[in-house]
């Protein structure tokens, strides 16, 4: 099992019908592909969490460098995971305008400050601690 972190900067202020018709997308693909994560929204910038088979997964993040939606796409972190932390999400969703930033203690100055501002190196960073935050807080399986 395969982990990647990635973030970038939309090209342009994604409306919410724009963003819901990315993730129609990614869940799709990605279910076909058995990849599963996150996909945080903030401010123009993006975060995502991809995890499964290595091939799959890099043949995924060649395709997203190549989106015209965004740019600067920086990869911070991919190595070798034991287990999926978001296994039940062919792609979970955050668009933090939608977040109570009191849920986030800690956390809330990340994104003042921006995505790019989070320590995303290795598998036990201060990124990835965001995203799984963002996973207890705000996502059900239900």
Same mark, same amino acid.
């Given at each position: 099992?395969? /982990?990647? %972190? =990635?973030?970038?900067?939309?090209?342009?202020?994604?409306?919410?019908?724009?963003?819901?018709?990315?993730?129609?997308?990614?869940?799709?693909k990605n279910?076909?592909?058995? %990849? $599963?994560?996150?996909?945080? =929204?903030?401010? @123009?910038? #993006?975060?995502?969490?991809?995890?499964? *088979? +290595? +091939?799959? %997964? !890099?043949?995924?993040?060649? $395709?997203?460098?190549?989106? /015209?939606?965004?740019? &600067?796409?920086?990869? #911070?972190?991919?190595?070798?995971?034991?287990? @999926?932390? !978001?296994? *039940?999400?062919?792609?979970? #969703? %955050?668009? $933090?305008?939608?977040?109570?930033?009191?849920?986030?203690?800690?956390? &809330?100055? =990340?994104?003042?400050?921006?995505?790019?501002?989070?320590?995303?190196?290795?598998?036990?960073?201060?990124? @990835?601690? !965001?995203?799984?935050?963002? @996973? /207890?807080? =705000?996502?059900?399986?239900?």
């Amino acid at each position: 099992m395969h /982990e990647l %972190i =990635y973030t970038s900067v939309a090209n342009w202020d994604l409306s919410t019908q724009e963003l819901t018709e990315l993730l129609d997308q990614s869940r799709i693909k990605n279910a076909r592909l058995n %990849i $599963t994560g996150i996909l945080v =929204y903030h401010d @123009r910038g #993006f975060m995502q969490l991809l995890e499964g *088979d +290595k +091939k799959a %997964i !890099f043949e995924l993040y060649d $395709t997203i460098c190549e989106d /015209e939606r965004h740019t &600067s796409v920086q990869l #911070f972190w991919n190595g070798e995971i034991e287990d @999926r932390s !978001f296994e *039940d999400w062919a792609m979970a #969703f %955050i668009n $933090t305008s939608e977040v109570d930033l009191g849920k986030l203690e800690g956390y &809330s100055r =990340y994104l003042e400050d921006g995505m790019a501002a989070l320590n995303l190196t290795g598998n036990e960073s201060t990124g @990835r601690e !965001f995203l799984n935050v963002l @996973r /207890e807080s =705000y996502l059900t399986t239900a």
